[in-house]
């Protein structure tokens, strides 16, 4: 009986022992599985970086008439509309408007909310999100935080796994979309339209090419930010913001002095701002991966340009619009 016993305890033992061994084990692979899905900072300013340049290269390509009026057609977007319109007076302002515009448009359709790449099919769960958590952050989106976060990123994880990634770009594909992923491949298509709609009258000739590549980039630059446990969100400065070096950097322009203190004229291109950190913590704390690229005027420059109403602005902090 007392062997038995001993035995007993024995086996208890070894099996107790391998549980907490597959305990270690689930824990070692989902801190793999974290590091893989996890994307650096690096990459991110890569991606980043990369739309950035096709986008201004399709800006280089683009061969502008005298009519229509490329400032009266693209002087109506978030970046765009509240410039002074004498800085788009040159014609080589207007390769910087074509950037601009493009921006608007992608942050207007594919960064605007991390649903925004599901369609219309999934803005009940973004209106769940702000409904929860508020909407008291940038862009009306909820004060970035672990339990905010943490819902955004399983319910991103969760829609994507009912998705198939690879047919949402390929116009070649055989495989007919459906749910979820016929609803990416719209708004895919929209977006995709929307900017060729305007430059098949603006700049007959352009790329087609440019434009596909640019929407491709955009759509798998929001799944990867959208699917990291820290917040990710394209930022950029009010107009007439001062200059911030932390978060703007200024394109250098012969035609202008230099400056002392220096405003924001316009945007050209969006920067991309992290909050927290893979583990899901720090959400206090704010890195910008990729600054705003803006040009800036002197600031009396502005006040002249712009008169009284602009003595105002627009409230902000960080250069970042609220």
């Known amino acids: 009986m007392l062997r038995e016993v001993t035995l007993y305890k024995s086996l208890w033992a070894e099996i107790r022992r391998l549980r907490n061994q597959v305990q270690e084990l689930q824990k070692d692979m989902l801190a793999k599985v974290d590091k893989v899905d996890a994307i650096s900072d690096d990459q991110f300013a890569k ?25 009266e057609v693209l002087n109506s977007l978030v970046l765009v509309k509240d410039v002074a319109s004498h800085h788009w007076s040159s014609r080589a302002r207007k390769k910087p ?8 448009i992608l942050i207007s359709l ?43 990123f399983k319910t991103v994880e969760q ?37 060729s709609s305007h430059f098949e009258w603006l700049s007959p000739g352009y790329r087609v090419s440019d434009v596909h590549s640019i929407v491709d980039k955009a759509f798998a630059l929001a799944v990867n930010m959208f699917l990291q446990r820290s917040r990710l969100q394209v930022t950029y400065p009010a107009i007439e913001a001062e200059f911030d070096e ?68 627009i409230k902000q902090e960080a250069g970042v619009e609220q």
Not at 47 to 70: M, W
Not at 118 to 144: K, M, N, T
Not at 162 to 168: C, K, L, M, S, V
Request: glycine share 6%; with cysteine; proline share 5%.
């Open 246 to 313: 932390k978060s703007m950097t200024s394109v250098e322009d012969d035609d202008e002095e230099d400056m002392e203190v220096g405003v924001v004229a316009f945007i050209i291109n969006p920067g991309l701002t992290k909050w927290g950190d893979v583990h899901g913590e720090h959400y206090d704390q704010a890195y910008d991966i990729v600054p705003s690229l803006v040009q800036l005027e002197p600031r009396d420059s502005s006040h002249n340009q712009r008169g009284v109403q602009a003595e105002s602005g």
């Open 159 to 195: 829609l994507y796994e009912q998705t198939r990634p690879e047919t949402i770009a390929d116009d070649k594909s055989k495989l007919l979309p459906e749910g979820l992923t016929a609803s990416m491949v719209d708004v895919h298509t929209y977006v995709t339209n929307i900017i």
């Open 97 to 104: 408007l074509v950037e601009a515009w493009i921006w608007s």
């Open 47 to 71: 991606e980043f970086r990369s739309l950035a340049s096709t986008i201004k290269s399709f800006s280089r390509s683009i061969r502008f008439t005298d009519q229509p009026n490329i400032v």
């Open 110 to 152: 594919v960064f605007e909310s991390p649903y925004a790449i599901f369609g219309d099919r999934c803005q009940a769960v973004h209106e769940a999100w702000l409904q929860i958590y508020g909407a008291g952050h940038l862009h009306s989106w909820p004060i970035p935080s672990s339990q905010s976060e943490s819902w955004r």
